[in-house]
């Protein structure tokens, strides 16, 4: 996916996109967060990663405190489905 589109995507599902420097964009939705990176060579984002708001990566132990996805699409709906699952609780 092209940045500019990524970027309104994100607009959409989480009212504003913010710059985190170093190429990398991202969101808050439903209280995850959901960023990514941009290659700027292709013009094409990549490494979508998806966390819980609050949890932190731990790089001295490699642990990685959310997961990737493939596409935009695939991270929200994720979110989603363990939103809908946590109200059905």
Excluded at 13 to 41: A, L, P, Q, V, W
Aim: with cysteine; aromatic share 8%.
């Amino acid at each position: 996916m092209k940045l500019t589109n990524a970027l309104v995507k994100l607009d959409k599902i989480g009212g504003s996109h913010r710059d985190m420097g170093n190429g990398m964009y991202g969101t808050t939705y439903k209280g995850y967060e959901i960023s990514f990176i941009c290659n700027t060579s292709m013009d094409a984002i990549d490494c979508i990663y998806l966390r819980k708001l609050g949890h932190e990566d731990e790089p001295i132990t490699d642990y990685l405190a959310g997961s990737f996805r493939d596409t935009l699409t695939a991270a929200v709906a994720t979110i989603d489905r363990i939103s809908s699952q946590a109200t059905q609780v």
